[in-house]
């Protein structure tokens, strides 16, 4: 049973414009959201994160926001750059706010941002 | 600021044989540690964590045990390595207000 899902492999962009990754989770007791971002052969690196608490959250050009109601939650990185060409995988969990690292992820979206 | 280190970086090792990836962590007392592993085409997956010395949760049924001999020690092994064991094993250690933090972890290819 996949809890945290991330339906688009893949997504393209030109360089200025909005990327838009999506993710969708399954499990209610989820009260704590990330994104990463991931180069090959590389551990993944932490971008933002949101509590269940908020709507949303801001960190210089990555935007995280959260739709309880839906189980959705998407990142936006305004303006995209050929740098954040990379796989994003969303994650999350269910620790009460007491132990961040025991993680659900989705399956990753291939950003390509095109110059 | 802290650190985590990973070794090896890449590991090519027949199948029926043993493993050993070692993880470190600097900078930091008594963090919580996870052994992830990214199959080739798929998510990472949580393997093992740990919330002190000795204390070790297994997440998933496997070919793989971990162990934690230090505070910011963390060992995943195995005494014999199937070619499903195959994959890019990731090290993070548990922080809260970011976080977690990963390694650069370990590509293993069994043969």
């Known amino acids: 049973d996949q809890q945290v899902k991330q339906n688009s492999p893949s997504l393209s962009v030109q360089e200025g414009r909005i990327s838009i990754l999506n993710c969708d989770y399954t499990?209610?007791?989820?009260?704590?959201f990330l994104w990463y971002k991931k180069y090959p052969a590389e551990g993944p690196t932490f971008l933002i994160s949101?509590?269940?608490?908020?709507d949303k959250n801001e960190d210089g050009r990555f935007t995280v926001f959260l739709n309880k109601s839906a189980k959705h939650l998407s990142l936006h990185i305004v303006p995209s750059q050929p740098g954040d060409s990379a796989v994003y995988f969303c994650?999350?969990?269910?620790?009460?706010?007491?132990?961040?690292?025991?993680?659900?992820f989705g399956q990753g979206t291939i950003l390509t941002v095109h110059p | 600021s802290q650190t985590i280190h990973q070794w090896p970086a890449t590991l090519v090792q027949p199948v029926g044989s043993p493993l050993s990836l070692e993880c470190t962590v600097e900078?930091?007392?008594?963090?919580?540690l996870y052994w992830y592993r990214q199959a080739a085409g798929r998510g990472l997956q949580l393997l093992f964590y740990?919330?002190?010395?000795?204390?070790i949760s297994s997440e998933v049924p496997q070919n793989l045990s971990a162990s934690r001999p230090q505070d910011r020690q963390f060992i995943l092994s195995s005494k014999k390595l199937l070619l499903s064991d195959s994959g890019f094993y990731l090290c993070?250690?548990?922080?809260?207000?970011?976080?977690?933090?990963f390694g650069p972890g370990t590509r293993l290819t069994v043969l």
């Open positions: 949101i509590s269940s608490i908020k």
């Open positions: 740990s919330v002190g010395i000795g204390q």
């Open positions: 994650a999350a969990t269910d620790a009460g706010g007491t132990s961040y690292g025991k993680l659900t």
């Open positions: 993070a250690w548990g922080a809260t207000g970011g976080g977690p933090f």
């Open positions: 499990n209610s007791m989820f009260d704590y």
């Open positions: 900078g930091t007392s008594n963090p919580n």
